[in-house]
Structure formats: C-alpha cells, structure tokens
C-alpha cells in the first residue's frame, strides 16, 4: 500500500471510531510501529491528527454553538472546575467572568462571598448575578457591546473599551479550544480582542476549560498558554495529555468531577 493510501486508510478509521492506537495500525496495514508513528508524526504536523499517548485522535475543529446547547453539555466536569476556579477568590476582590458555561457555572459559587465586584460581557450570568437576595452585597456591571443572540453575551469594541478601563484582581477566561503549541483559541477573530483586553485588565489570568476543548482547535489564537497564571480542566484530561502540559511549564490544575 502507497504512503499517501495509509494516511488517508487512518484518517477513514479516525472518522469511524475517533481515536486510534499504533499497534492496532501496525497489525492492520502490516508495517511496522515505526512506520505508523512517522505517519502520525507527520499527519499531527498537517493538522490532521492529534497524538496520544500510544495512538493519536482526530482533531475537531470548534465552529460555534448556542448557548443552550452548550450549557447541556458537561455539566458535571463544568461544576467542578467552577469551584476549583472560586478557591482563588477572597471577599472585597473585583473580578472579570468572560461569557460562557463554564463561567455561568461558577454564579453558584460565588453567593458565599462578600463585597466582590464581577464585571461580565455575558448577559446570562449578568442576569443571574442581579438577584438582589442572593448577591445582595455585590457590585456587577455588564460591559456593553454588540449583542451576541446566540450566544447571549457581548462582543466588540465597546466591550474592549470597557475592559480597557479597568483594573482587577482576576479574570476567568474561556476558550473554544486548547492546545500546548498553539495556545488558547475562540472560535471568531472578533472574540481576539475583547479576551485580550480582559487579561490586560487583570492582575491575574486564570483559564478555564473542560478535557473536551483540549480535542478541538479553532480559527483564531487569542493568547500563548504562558499568558496565563493557571489552567484549570477536569479529570477527563488524558494523564499522557496533563504529562505534556505540565512538562511544558504550565500550571495545569485539574479538578475532580463528583458523580
């Protein structure tokens, strides 16, 4: 069988079940492991594939979706994150809440807190957070902007202005998809600026993202990984995956998930 026929054999197999081992490979074209792991090599180096440990997945490239269907999507893994996220936060502290589940997640956390200002571009937690009986000592402020229907948050130089015109102790960042090499990414260049507005806003930049992220990329890097002062996951997270990012320097938390 021709190289380029091999390649595009895994790819199909990758289309069926997602996620593929090397020695499997081997045993089913008849070539050696080194022969299968110099075509992942190169395949990860097209951005067809992404290794893992002993195989390699495909990657899946994050297009966008509404909020409702995301906010059905790992609930568990986004509680537990959310409350690994709230242990950075002391009474009095002025934080950023980027749009997203993950952040909405974290609404529930923060009623034990006194005094907090939350500046956030997402309508549904800006929402959440107004409920005078439970937040009746926090200051919120929603930044303004264009108004994203599908995604019920706000976007655009408006919002980057306001994020221009402050100062806080911490914000939560989201993204669409992560990857050790490439950094964090949003699904649109025009989520670019209004994220990197909000970690040059911030004393510290905290990113937040489930194990599922780290399967996608999307169109538009927003930041290097080194930008941030933790990246907080959940145990879903391949240990060869945590092995990667941790060797790499990065202060990679991950969050046990409570069945």
């Known amino acids: 069988m021709l190289v ?5 054999e895994i790819m199909k197999l990758l289309d069926l079940k997602q996620q593929v081992t090397i020695t499997e490979l081997a045993e089913r074209f008849n070539v050696s492991q080194m022969t299968i792991r110099r075509d992942l090599d190169l395949m990860e180096s097209e951005g067809k594939i992404q290794r893992s440990h002993g195989g390699a997945v495909k990657i899946k490239r994050y297009m966008g ?6 906010s059905s ?5 986004k509680a537990a994150i959310a409350k690994e996220a709230a242990g950075h936060i002391q009474d009095g502290m002025s934080i950023i809440l980027d749009a ?8 529930h956390e923060l009623e034990r807190f006194r005094n907090l200002k939350v500046i956030t571009r997402d309508l549904h937690i800006a929402l959440l957070l107004s409920n005078e009986e439970r ?4 200051e919120v402020y929603c930044t303004g902007g264009r108004v994203s229907k599908w995604a019920y948050s706000m976007d655009g130089i408006y919002t980057e202005r306001m994020m221009d015109s402050i100062t806080v102790d911490i914000a939560f960042l989201t993204c669409e998809a992560v990857s050790h090499d490439k950094g964090a990414m949003a699904w649109s260049p025009v989520l670019v600026g209004v994220r990197q507005s909000s970690m040059k806003a911030a ?8 194990a599922t992220k780290f399967s996608y990329t999307s169109f538009a890097i927003f ?3 080194e930008a941030f002062d933790e990246i907080i996951t959940d145990n879903r997270l391949d240990e060869h995956e945590i092995g990667i990012f941790r060797d790499s320097g990065y202060a990679l938390r991950v969050a046990a998930v409570e069945s």
């Open 4 to 8: 380029g026929t091999r390649r595009h």
């Open 65 to 70: 979706a509404n909020y409702e269907q995301r």
């Open 73 to 77: 999507e790992n609930p568990l893994e």
């Open 100 to 107: 997203g589940t993950t952040t909405a997640a974290m609404v």
């Open 135 to 138: 937040f009746d000592s926090m």
């Open 203 to 210: 004393n510290t930049r905290i990113l937040l993202a489930d």
């Open 223 to 225: 930041s290097d990984l």
